[in-house]
Nanobody, 119 residues
Framework: QEQLVESGGGLVQAGGSLRLSCLASEHTISTYAMGWFRQAPGKEREFVGA????????YYADSVKGRFTISTDNAKNTVYLQMNSLKPDDTAVYYC????????????WGQGTQVTVSS
């Protein structure tokens, strides 16, 4: 059973930055594509971005492209989500996911970390 633990969330003013971390079980991030999703109150869960298991390819939702960056550190078994130029609309619980079964819904999910952006 893979384990994913997110951290780094918090309260930040609009225009600020945060870096989320996702600590994974050993070999997880070198085996599976890793993704970040978010869910705001009363809204559907939303794809934020993903990185391939090799780390060579990244994908982003249009809403965060140019502001958010996903990276990995295999030695630390950690995936990062660097979030810059944050907006109040980025307020949500952010989840880290390992795409273990070729679809995100069936993958391994972390418990989430709250990000709140004040205007």
């Amino acid at each position: 059973q893979e384990q994913l633990v997110e951290s780094g969330g918090g309260l930040v003013q609009a225009g600020g930055s945060l870096r989320l971390s996702c600590l994974a079980s050993e070999h997880t991030i070198s085996t599976y594509a890793m993704g970040w999703f978010r869910q705001a109150p009363g809204k559907e869960r939303e794809f934020v971005g993903a990185i391939s298991s090799s780390g060579g390819r990244t994908y982003y939702a249009d809403s965060v492209k140019g502001r958010f960056t996903i990276s990995t550190d295999n030695a630390k078994n950690t995936v990062y989500l660097q979030m810059n130029s944050l907006k109040p609309d980025d307020t949500a619980v952010y989840y880290c996911v390992a795409n273990s079964k070729s679809n995100w819904d069936s993958g391994y999910w972390g418990q989430g970390t709250q990000v709140t952006v004040s205007s």
